[in-house]
T-cell receptor, first 110, second 115 residues
Framework: EDQVTQSPEALRLQEGESSSLNCSYTVSGLRGLFWYRQDPGKGPEFLFTLYSAGEEKEKERLKATLTKKESFLHITAPKPEDSATYLCAVQAVGYSTLTFGKGTMLLVSP | NAGVTQTPKFQVLKTGQSMTLQCAQDMNHEYMSWYRQDPGMGLRLIHYSVGAGITDQGEVPNGYNVSRSTTEDFPLRLLSAAPSQTSVYFC??????????????FGAGSRLTVL
């Protein structure tokens, strides 16, 4: 059974204070690891897909990295508009469904 | 493009009532799915479909029915609502199935309360 564990559950940062969110996973064979952003009252919005260990992807202040057991979402010099819940999900080889973690709620204060 | 459209956005039901949550996408996506999101539980898959006429169960299918008669629509039916089905429901679709990575596009959600 695929499992995804995200930590911390909640994170409070000051504007400009860089940090990382963690996503640990177990899957029989990884087809893809996904990061989504979810704002309150809205549906999740796709950020990144990572396919293999060592891969990195960047978008503005966000950088996602992947190892064989975990992924990190690094947030550099965050701004208040980066406040959201960040979701991690995995898809196993041979399957079309995604398994999601419970998310990390990020609050960035000015 | 409207993307993934869910209706209604809010609904209150009494225990035992039935209703259908509607989901429509205009992106010609083959894959469609329904998730529920509860505090502390994350997103859990209810049912999914890899194409018209094909549906399958996810992690929490009990109490829900689906059908897929067209590529565009994937309604979720609650036959006899229970308070445990109070949740926020998300429909999601994808252009990629099979061997490809399944990048989901989500709707805005439907908040259901069962009294």
């Amino acid at each position: 059974e695929d499992q995804v564990t995200q930590s911390p559950e909640a994170l409070r940062l000051q504007e400009g204070e860089s940090s990382s969110l963690n996503c640990s996973y177990t899957v029989s064979g990884l087809r893809g690891l996904f990061w989504y952003r979810q704002d309150p009252g809205k549906g999740p919005e796709f950020l990144f897909t990572l396919y293999s260990a060592g891969e990195e992807k960047e978008k503005e202040r966000l950088k996602a990295t992947l190892t064989k057991k975990e992924s990190f979402l690094h947030i550099t010099a965050p701004k208040p508009e980066d406040s959201a819940t960040y979701l991690c999900a995995v898809q196993a080889v041979g399957y079309s469904t995604l398994t999601f973690g419970k998310g990390t709620m990020l609050l960035v204060s000015p | 493009n409207a993307g993934v459209t869910q209706t209604p956005k809010f609904q209150v039901l009494k225990t035992g009532q039935s209703m259908t949550l509607q989901c429509a996408q205009d992106m010609n996506h083959e894959y469609m799915s329904w998730y529920r999101q509860d505090p502390g539980m994350g997103l859990r898959l209810i049912h999914y479909s890899v194409g018209a006429g094909i549906t399958d169960q996810g992690e929490v299918p009990n109490g829900y029915n689906v059908s897929r008669s067209t590529t565009e629509d994937f309604p979720l039916r609650l036959l006899s609502a229970a308070p445990s089905q109070t949740s926020v429901y998300f429909c999601a679709s994808s252009y990629s199935i099979g061997a490809g990575a399944n990048v989901l596009t989500f709707g805005a959600g439907s908040r259901l309360t069962v009294l």
